[in-house]
């Protein structure tokens, strides 16, 4: 039996997860599953898995939790200490699939406790990639990617040495606008953004594709997990999805992971690992595809790309004000305050007036200082959106 928790139960990667747990049932004792708004979704399936405790984060939400969970046994808690307290339960195996800079703490209580994190929230890595890294091995575990690409990148590297990497390319959809005329981008809405040609993911991840915001991340991502140069991590669009990375060797060679677009392949590949199991994930048919497509990026349509660039380059805390400064203008365009290409105008704004301040550029990451780091980021994005509105 091994003991598992999930934290983003309730959300996309959090269900596909429960979905190969459900499979297999017999082999794992859920102990924590957490939630956010969703608590009926969250109560349902703490019933299901038997899981010992339940988490919302939000406070105001306890009473909900706990009324529908009467009488299953489950324990219910609330909160973002909640959450903390909850992710320092001793387990075998942590989903971290909460979405955003809220991730990151539970993510390292998880390290520290000793569980194989299984990383789906990138933000993480972003923000705070060495204090991970660092994390887990004075705690002797490891951190599994679930991002596709990421987990693409780490199973082209096996049995490979990463000195003899030159180049690791992710790929990249180009998300709901990339045949759109750039002239129009200011008349996308939200609801247009969230419909991903081939993935099926949460509302923020999806706009994050549209606007190349997710794979700005995922960038940062790569150079992070795999300590790589700037200079040695690059994206290509890449509309068909079959191709999530590529690593370029020394000699020439190149090694793709290939397979259907489903988000099952990378988790199961890290519940499982180091072993493959079957999974129920869609086979390829390559007479069927007929072809694969690449093209490159236009950092005119997707300034993230640029801005990517610049924060790999700078280093420090910059992760963290690049990730807490979309945040914010995510959330202004979700609420129909900003257009859509001035997400990325905001997030230029925020990194030209932090990069100035001094502190932001210290190698010596602490959760305190990223915590810092956030708060001042969404200040000035906040403080620059009303300006703009
Ligand atoms: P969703 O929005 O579908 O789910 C997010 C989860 O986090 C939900 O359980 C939500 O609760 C919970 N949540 C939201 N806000 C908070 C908060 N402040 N504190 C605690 N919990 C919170 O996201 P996804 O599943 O799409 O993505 C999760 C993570 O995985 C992200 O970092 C994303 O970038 C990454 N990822 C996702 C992929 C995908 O295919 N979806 C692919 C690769 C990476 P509730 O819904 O109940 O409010």
């Known amino acids: 039996m091994r003991r598992i928790s999930i934290f983003g139960a309730t959300g996309s990667i959090g269900q596909s997860t429960i979905d190969l747990i459900d499979r297999d049932r017999e082999s794992y004792e859920v102990e924590v599953l957490t939630g956010g708004r969703n608590i009926d979704q969250l109560a349902k399936d703490a019933r299901r898995l038997n899981a010992k405790l339940?988490?919302?984060?939000?406070?105001?939400?306890?009473?909900?939790?706990?009324?529908?969970?009467?009488?299953?046994?489950?324990?219910?808690?609330?909160?973002?200490?909640?959450?903390?307290?909850?992710?320092?339960?001793?387990?075998?195996?942590?989903?971290?699939?909460?979405?955003?800079?809220?991730?990151?703490?539970?993510?390292?209580?998880?390290?520290?406790?000793?569980?194989?994190?299984?990383?789906?929230?990138?933000?993480?890595?972003?923000c705070a990639g060495g204090l991970m890294l660092r994390t887990a091995k004075a705690h002797n575990t490891r951190i599994l990617p679930v991002d596709s690409e990421h987990s693409a990148v780490f199973q082209a590297l096996l049995g490979e040495d990463i000195t003899s990497v030159e180049k690791v390319t992710i790929t990249a959809s180009g998300g709901a606008f990339r045949d759109w005329p750039i002239e129009d981008l200011v008349k996308a809405t939200p609801q247009q953004a969230a419909t991903h040609p081939n993935w099926d993911m949460g509302q923020r991840i999806t706009i994050d594709s549209a606007s190349m915001f997710n794979k700005a991340l995922e960038l940062i991502e790569t150079k992070e997990f795999f300590d790589l140069k700037p200079s040695q991590v690059e994206?290509?669009?890449?509309?068909?999805?079959?191709?999530?990375?590529?690593?370029?060797?020394?000699?020439?060679?190149?090694?793709?992971?290939?397979?259907a677009p489903d988000m099952r392949h990378a988790i199961g590949y890290a519940l499982h690992y180091p072993e493959r199991r079957d999974l129920p994930v869609a086979r390829m048919d390559l007479v069927a595809l007929g072809q694969l497509t690449f093209r490159k990026p236009c950092e005119i349509r997707w300034p993230a790309l640029r801005q990517a660039r610049e924060v790999m380059e700078a280093g420090g805390l910059m992760g963290a004000v690049f990730n807490a400064a979309k945040e914010r203008a995510l959330d202004a365009f979700i609420d129909e305050r900003i257009l859509f290409p001035q997400m990325a105008e905001v997030v230029d704004t925020v990194l030209t007036r932090l990069s100035a301040q001094a502190g932001h550029n210290t190698a010596e990451i602490t959760l305190d200082k990223v915590a810092e780091a956030d708060h001042l980021a969404r200040q000035s994005a906040d403080a620059v959106i009303a300006e703009n509105t």
Not at 102 to 119: C, N, S
Not at 241 to 257: F, K, N, P, Q, T
Request: proline share 3%; glycine share 10%.
């Open 54 to 126: 339940a988490v919302t984060a939000d406070e105001t939400r306890l009473d909900d939790l706990r009324t529908a969970l009467a009488g299953s046994g489950v324990e219910v808690a609330a909160g973002r200490i909640a959450l903390t307290e909850a992710a320092s339960r001793p387990v075998d195996w942590f989903m971290s699939a909460i979405v955003g800079a809220a991730g990151l703490e539970p993510g390292l209580r998880a390290l520290e406790q000793g569980a194989v994190l299984a990383l789906a929230n990138k933000e993480s890595m972003v």
């Open 235 to 259: 994206t290509v669009v890449h509309p068909e999805s079959m191709i999530h990375a590529l690593v370029g060797y020394r000699d020439g060679a190149y090694l793709a992971h290939m397979g």
